[in-house]
């Protein structure tokens, strides 16, 4: 076996190592020993999603550039991801917690989009040549899938690299300064947790409105949340892989008619199917959720969607190369103004409206963590608030590609 050949090259074997590599992580994060849980306190769970995968690539074991597992779940999980994860927003819910946790939220989108542009404006400046680049090596489209995973989650990312098509090596960078930079600011938020009391005081906030919604939130969780029979989980697959049929199909038509009539829209990604994809996917999954089929959310229809992104995760981190961050060390800088200018809105915002922090910090890591951190900063203010950060992160999603999209087309114009 020559040096160039991978230890292992049936896909099928390696989709069971990965499978096996996700159920220790879960598995491991989710343990009551304390010596996982230290290990999970400074790790992230999602980077591990990535990491491991990559070394295993780097290392030879498998060949992430020829298998073809990560077309299979960008082409049949992504849209299926998109459609579940967006089929439980709740729109008359979300207007019910109150007009300052929206404004919060949106503020913390908009600090998403415009803080792409303005780092790489700012940071490009001094460093041109690192915040450069041509074709698929521009920083700008790295950059876009921060945008799509800081404003949505995973599954947004996902979009944003299929859509704009950075290099391996510039995306590898990039999921690193995603979760390096973004856990950064949760441990952050969870400081703020632990001292919202005191904070809230200092502002002058106005929590009483609080109580009011955990007892909501108990009442709505004991009066719809069930075990899901066979027939509830075929009927999310069902509807899945349906809507995704439909939005693959549209898309062929589609993309093509604007190549055709309008090939001057190509700069803006309207000629990719996959844009098309993408776009109708999360479009149907929020008609729907004004539909009967909202109450597959009480049977899981999220949680089969984020299972999904997770796998999807995994054939992403086969293309890792672990090695490429040492190459641009200029990515994390430029992450941490970004970060920085989302950071300041949302405290600026918290100030102006005499909200709770509660507000700020969930609205921001619904934005920045998804439903995978967002209940957890929720949850450490009270348990019963875990489900207000999923809400949030739910509409995450569902803005996640268009505002990865609108941040990603302000960062292509003051890219260096």
Not at 267 to 272: E, F, K, N
Not at 301 to 310: E, N
Not at 330 to 338: D, I, K, S
Not at 375 to 383: K, L, W
């Amino acid at each position: 076996m020559s040096a160039t050949t991978p230890l292992i090259t049936n896909d099928a074997v390696v989709m069971g190592l990965l499978a096996a590599i996700l159920g220790f992580i879960f598995y491991t994060s989710h343990s009551e020993n304390a010596n996982w849980q230290r290990f999970y306190r400074y790790v992230p769970s999602i980077l591990l999603c990535y990491f491991i995968p990559s070394l295993f690539n780097t290392f030879g074991v498998i060949d992430g550039e020829h298998s073809k597992l990560y077309d299979v779940a960008k082409t049949y999980l992504l849209p299926v991801c998109l459609v579940l994860l967006t089929l439980s927003v709740d729109f008359k819910a979300i207007l019910g917690l109150g007009s300052k946790a929206l404004i919060l939220f949106l503020t913390g989108t908009l600090g998403i989009i415009i803080g792409g542009p303005i780092a790489l404006l700012v940071v490009g400046s001094f460093f041109p040549e690192q915040l450069g680049g041509e074709g698929a090596n521009a920083a700008w489209r790295g950059m876009a899938t921060i945008a799509g995973s800081w404003i949505g989650g995973s599954a947004n990312q996902a979009a944003m690299k299929e859509i704009f098509t950075p290099s391996g090596e510039i995306f590898s960078v990039m999921i690193t300064v995603d979760v390096i930079v973004a856990n950064i600011w949760t441990a952050v938020l969870l400081w703020m947790a632990a001292n919202s009391v005191a904070i809230d005081r200092r502002n002058g906030a106005d929590t009483s409105a609080m109580e009011h919604l955990k007892n909501k939130i108990e009442t709505y969780q004991a009066e719809h949340s069930r075990n899901p029979s066979t027939t509830d989980l075929m009927m999310i697959i069902a509807v899945g892989f349906a809507v995704a049929g439909v939005s693959h199909l549209l898309a062929d038509f589609i993309a093509p008619w604007i190549a055709t009539n309008a090939p001057e829209l190509a700069m803006y990604s309207l000629t990719s199917g996959f844009f098309w994809i993408v776009v109708l996917a999360t479009t149907f999954g929020l008609l729907l959720s004004g539909t009967k089929m909202k109450r597959l959310e009480a049977v899981g229809a999220s949680k089969v969607g984020s299972v999904m992104v997770y796998i999807l995760v995994a054939t992403i981190g086969m293309h890792m190369d672990v090695s490429a961050i040492t190459k641009y060390p200029v990515m994390f800088l430029a992450g941490l103004v970004w970060i920085s200018v989302h950071a300041g809105l949302m405290l600026l915002m918290m100030r102006v409206l005499k909200a709770p922090v509660f507000y700020m910090a969930v609205g921001s890591q619904a934005n920045i963590g998804g439903a995978a951190s967002a209940p957890v900063v929720a949850a450490a203010f009270h348990p019963a608030l875990a489900p207000v950060g999923v809400l949030l992160a739910v509409l995450g999603y569902a803005l996640g590609t268009y505002g990865g999209y609108i941040s990603a087309m302000m960062m292509q114009a003051v890219a260096p």
